[in-house]
């Protein structure tokens, strides 16, 4: 328990008879990436919001590092940084000027500022830009001072609030490397988003939520098997060869489905990709793909809420 | 579960009250606003000057006269001016404190630092105080240099102690419409709503509120006056009334400490006309005496504004 940076249980959170958040648990482990995921409104940033005492919470407890947010919240949100949905800056200081009130705010030593604010630009790359407003910036740009400030802050629980939407693809990669250089130096990241490819690639757990609730936590792959069905999928596409037939009898094979002309999906409790290639090119077929397909979240999320609305 | 909150509310007041106060004073609107200021302030100030040129009367409270006298080509004295111009500049620097930070998105990065929400508003409160008094002790070194240039002689202590006392009295009033436009900047999202409600406020209280007290009075005091204690019961009512105008308060205790030989600001009793000899003026301490109620009134009204804004402030959403 003592590695568990953050805990929640029970939390609760009521706007009149709604239940924004119902009465979840999480844990958050030191040094690993965690995922909140899940449509909007599905209670994600208020979740946030609670772990960092901006808002009341309704019932349950909240723990981070050490703490709590309801009565500690400035223990807290000392240790604590946030990158909120959109940050914002003021647009008519620079760079550096903004990060100085931060840095007051905090009450960092005067002789450390300087230093601390340029180390934190250099690792977000923006020091080339430290004295020029910040109305200047692009989006991807705030976003990655927001990271600058939550490295000065030398926070040690980092919450990201859908860091990446609205960023072009080459500033998402970007961002998703800097949230990999948090964690590299030691920080705790819970980062919420709807991007499900791109949070695949950096988490190492996380959590579905729906409707309030926490449908689904894990690693990727815990997922997977849970909503998809444990299992190995594969691709293949090969021509001039009944595929379905050939593959009949391989030890472990459970279902075999074409899904386009010369294009089939087959699931198997264990790897069976050296038999299938085996017996394709035995039976005189050209095999021309075979692909292990890893599971994806998005499929995991798109077949998660397909099953609850249908449950519904 | 105890709710008790852990560290003291004044956690990052200072760094929140510096920023405010630079951020006011390097800005394109306070400049317009000094400007707005002067213009206003110029006109009362030099006629009342040369009307003053030509009075030779050493003993009348000559510097306190530039203040307050109403000259013939202007109609208004820079007291009037100032009763007028101040709401306005308070209300230009405070209709937007808390909704822009709302409305850029920096409200929840900077509630997620360590301060509470009490630092932000008190420091944005002060810092908009600050500069107020700064403004306001700029115009006030201002009249009083040109008073001094233009007719050659130096003022008096008691005179000196009667401006400071009226340039704290101006701040207070200040303080109250800084209130009234940050509380409307708490309760709206929208900068322009925030703006204009205040500005309503101020219309309200320096045209609409004369005539509604007028029409209160008339329905609410008796029907035949048979008495003295009647009439004067009926004049203390609309009084009072009037005085609910912070606009009201600032003129009464300027009008106590700028006009030394006002003896009272409510009708005239003839217990206080014992003894007294028309026109001399009273001494400093008992001026003070006079329009204290009207100073702590104006006090009063800043904080009762200010918690109310604090109470709506503590309970807002921080998410968009």
Redesign the interface.
Same mark, same amino acid.
């Given at each position: 328990m003592a590695d568990n940076v953050i805990e929640v249980r029970g939390l609760l959170k009521l706007y009149g008879a709604q239940r924004a958040v119902n009465a979840i648990d999480l844990d958050i482990r030191r040094g690993e990436i965690f995922g909140l995921l899940g449509p909007n409104g599905a209670g994600k =940033?208020?979740t946030i *919001?609670m772990l960092?005492g901006?808002?009341e919470t309704s019932g349950g407890t909240v723990n981070v590092l050490g703490f709590d947010p309801?009565?500690?919240?400035?223990?807290v949100?000392?240790r604590?940084?946030?990158?909120?949905?959109?940050?914002?800056?003021?647009?008519?200081l620079t760079a550096r000027e903004n990060l100085v009130? =931060?840095a007051?705010? *905090?009450?960092i030593p005067r002789r450390q500022i300087d230093g601390r604010i340029l180390e934190a630009l250099k690792s977000v790359k923006l020091d080339d830009v430290i004295d020029k407003r910040v109305s200047t910036f692009s989006r991807g740009m705030r976003q990655r001072l927001?990271i600058a400030?939550i490295v000065m802050k030398q926070a040690e629980v980092a919450i990201l609030d859908e860091p990446t939407s609205g960023l072009d693809p080459h500033a998402t990669f970007e961002l998703l490397e800097m949230i990999r250089g948090l964690k590299k130096s030691g920080v705790a990241v819970l980062l919420s988003s709807h991007l499900l490819d791109r949070v695949q690639s950096v988490c190492d757990r996380v959590a579905l939520f729906n409707k309030g609730n926490v449908a689904l936590m894990g690693t990727v792959v815990e997922l997977a098997n849970q909503v998809l069905g444990a299992g190995h999928p594969l691709q293949v596409e090969a021509s001039g060869v009944d595929v379905a037939a050939t593959l009949n009898g391989i030890v472990g094979v459970q279902t075999v489905r074409q899904e386009s002309d010369g294009s089939w999906r087959i699931v198997a409790d264990r790897d069976v990709r050296a038999a299938v290639a085996q017996r394709i090119v035995s039976a005189g077929g050209a095999l021309t793909r075979l692909a292990d397909l890893q599971p994806s979240l998005e499929e995991v999320y798109t077949r998660y809420f397909q099953e609850a609305r249908h449950a519904a | 579960m105890p709710r008790s909150r852990e560290g003291s509310p004044f956690t990052g007041l200072g760094p929140v009250f510096l920023k405010e106060f630079a951020d006011h004073l390097s800005s394109a609107r306070m400049m317009v606003l000094m400007l707005f200021v002067i213009v206003f302030g110029a006109f009362p100030v030099a006629t009342s000057l040369q009307t003053l040129r030509t009075v030779v009367d050493p003993n009348s409270f000559i510097f306190l006269r530039i203040f307050t006298l109403e000259s013939e080509q202007v109609g208004i004295s820079f007291t009037a001016a100032l009763n007028f111009i101040i709401p306005l500049m308070a209300i230009g620097l405070g209709f937007d404190a808390v909704n822009s930070e709302f409305n850029r998105r920096t409200l929840s990065r900077v509630l997620s630092q360590p301060i509470y929400r009490d630092a932000l508003l008190l420091g944005k409160f002060l810092g908009g105080l600050a500069t107020l008094a700064v403004a306001l002790v700029a115009l006030w070194l201002i009249v009083l240099g040109a008073g001094l240039l233009l007719l050659g002689v130096p003022p008096r202590g008691v005179e000196v102690a009667r401006g400071l006392s009226f340039l704290v009295v101006a701040i207070a009033y200040g303080g109250v419409w800084l209130a009234i436009a940050m509380l409307f900047s708490v309760i709206f999202r929208s900068t322009a709503t925030s703006a204009l409600c205040a500005l309503g406020v101020w219309l309200f209280f320096f045209i609409l509120w004369p005539l509604l007290a007028g029409a209160l009075l008339v329905g609410l005091a008796p029907s035949e006056i048979r008495s003295m204690d009647d009439y004067a019961a009926v004049q203390s009512m609309g009084l009072g009334l009037m005085r609910l105008s912070p606009g009201t308060l600032f003129s009464e205790a300027v009008l106590g400490l700028l006009s030394p030989e006002t003896r009272t600001l409510g009708p005239m009793l003839p217990s206080q006309m014992r003894g007294a000899i028309m026109g001399a003026p009273l001494p400093f301490d008992q001026s003070v005496l006079l329009i204290w109620p009207q100073v702590t009134g104006l006090i009063a009204g800043m904080i009762v504004v200010f918690a109310a804004a604090y109470v709506i402030f503590q309970r807002e959403e921080v998410r968009a």
């Open positions: =940033t208020t *919001l960092l901006l808002t309801v009565r500690q919240p400035l223990e949100k000392r604590v940084g946030y990158l909120p949905d959109a940050v914002g800056f003021y647009d008519h009130y =931060t007051r705010l *905090l009450d927001g400030e | -």
